[in-house]
């Protein structure tokens, strides 16, 4: 047998809607800004919706929703892989309405396919994808897999790395960015809000969502670019490493459109997941991207040829601790609406 399988019998005969409710939990492992998880599914019996969930959305840190559309986005590329990998070909129509702004996506699933080993392998690291924001190691990334990487993001939103003199106008645009969220109470209190600091025991936040203590470094990180200040210490061990080994990255694209910043999302979840594929530590970094002014300090580094939606640092994590928990995660039922289908599996009962 070959290394490309064929679609499972029994997913073939199970029901479309049953497949596109799945592929939508599955969604739920996509990284977003905080863990807001800022998407909500809506199964048909033909299609799968994507909404822009504006009840998660930070209004102070993010609001014009770049950072939300880009999230869902990660949460539709997600759904997609699902889909692949239980053998559905789908095709998706990106922001359908304009008379409906809430409205991200529509997948169709348009036929059958033969399941790649490719997307199993996706699937898996979807499901082992983290995000440690402790300082890498001193080991050098592989080339190949930084060009893996960065191919993986496509060609309509592009993954630049930035050389040592850039890296060093990010830093100063990081720095930048984070003098001016400080000094803001409402960005602040969206933080403390986010990381349940403005109630301690999470009380106050959508279940299964926000930044837990125990992904949050224990220290502030000696790293060239400086991470988000959280505005509390966390109880992930920070070692004594730097991150002179980490290679920085740059999302960018032609406009500055919800398009694009959705499709920046798409691309966000295939870098990652290959990422995670061949080992390599990834933290998105959207501090500078949040400020209008450093903001256009990274369309500089990009000698004003593109709009920057998000930096990325890549790196081969410090074996000198565990990796970090994962995020918690919304149960299934409060983010995909199946009230207009039936789920019945075609081998059970109906009552």
Do not use: K
């Not at 996509?30 to 959305?57: C, G, I, K, M, Y």
């Not at 692949?84 to 348009?110: H, I, M, Q, S, Y």
């Not at 502030?220 to 061990?237: I, S, Y």
């Not at 004003?304 to 939606?309: K, V």
């Amino acid at each position: 047998m070959d290394d490309a399988t064929t679609t499972d019998t029994t997913d073939r005969d199970r029901p479309i809607a049953v497949m596109l409710a799945e592929a939508a939990g599955a969604a739920g492992y996509a990284p977003s800004v905080h863990n807001t998880q800022p998407w909500q599914w809506r199964v048909r019996a033909d299609r799968l919706e994507l909404f822009a969930a504006r009840d998660r959305q930070l209004p102070a840190t993010d609001s014009d929703g770049r950072l939300l559309t880009l999230s869902c986005g990660a949460a539709l590329h997600h759904a997609r892989i699902a889909l692949a990998a239980r053998g559905v070909r789908a095709e998706v129509d990106r922001l359908p309405d304009p008379d409906a702004a809430d409205l991200l996506a529509v997948v169709r699933p348009t036929g059958r396919i033969a399941v790649q080993p490719e997307t199993m392998r996706l699937v898996q690291a979807m499901q082992v994808r983290h995000t440690d924001r402790r300082p890498v190691s001193d080991e050098p990334l592989p080339v190949a897999s930084v060009t893996a990487i960065a191919a993986a993001a496509g060609s309509t939103v592009r993954m630049q790395i930035l050389s040592s003199d850039q890296v060093m106008l990010l830093a100063a645009a990081a720095s930048r960015a984070e003098e001016v969220t400080s000094e803001d109470p409402q960005i602040r209190e969206e933080l403390a809000y986010w990381t349940g600091l403005a109630a301690p025991d999470g009380t106050g936040l959508p279940d299964g969502t926000g930044l837990p203590e125990t992904v949050l470094p224990e220290q502030p990180a000696q790293t060239t670019v400086p991470g988000r200040d959280f505005g509390r210490a966390g109880t992930l061990p920070v070692g004594g490493g730097h991150d002179r080994a980490a290679v920085y990255a740059l999302l960018f694209g032609d406009d500055d459109e919800p398009a694009s910043w959705l499709a920046a999302g798409e691309a966000l979840s295939a870098a990652w997941l290959t990422a995670t594929e061949l080992g390599v530590s990834v933290v998105p970094l959207s501090g500078a991207v949040e400020v209008t002014s450093t903001r256009q300090t990274l369309r500089r580094v990009l000698a004003d040829l593109g709009y920057p939606y998000l930096v990325l640092r890549l790196g081969i994590s410090s074996a000198d601790h565990a990796g970090p928990p994962h995020t918690p995660r919304m149960p299934a039922a409060q983010v995909v609406d199946t009230s207009d289908v039936r789920l019945t599996e075609p081998d059970q009962p109906e009552e």
